[in-house]
């Protein structure tokens, strides 16, 4: 799965499995270069996330209903309604979109 934002692909990575979710970025010092999605989540916590990042909360049309900038560290997002994923993205690529869009995910289209 992908976005294309200004003619770049972000390749979307789906943490779907306990331990994924509960280590999410949790004492990752690279730098995020990729959307990570959590699927069925209500709230955020970036306790131990050692960078910046944009948060989308998107509902289950990925119609985002929120967006934070430039996200800290050690901060809590509230369980929100009506939110059923929420989106990591690296910092900078929130500023593209606004509260209605709708996320355009595709698909890789694999090679035989």
């Known amino acids: 799965m992908y976005i294309k934002i200004n003619r770049k692909k972000y390749k979307i990575v789906e943490l779907t499995k306990f331990w994924d979710r509960f ?3 949790k004492f ?9 999605k959590f699927p069925h989540k ?3 916590s970036t306790d ?11 509902d289950k049309d990925e119609k ?3 967006i934070y900038d430039e996200f800290e560290t050690e901060k809590y997002i509230f369980p929100k309604r009506k939110v ?9 690529l929130s500023k593209h979109f606004e509260i209605g869009d ?3 995910i595709e698909e890789d289209k694999k090679k035989k």
């Open 42 to 44: 209500k709230f955020v």
């Open 23 to 25: 280590k999410g970025l």
């Open 64 to 66: 985002i209903l929120y």
């Open 48 to 58: 131990f996330i050692c960078q910046k990042i944009d948060i989308i909360l998107t």
């Open 102 to 104: 709708t996320l355009n």
């Open 84 to 92: 059923y994923n929420v989106y990591f993205f690296p910092v900078g």
């Open 28 to 36: 990752n010092l690279e730098k995020l270069d990729h959307i990570i």
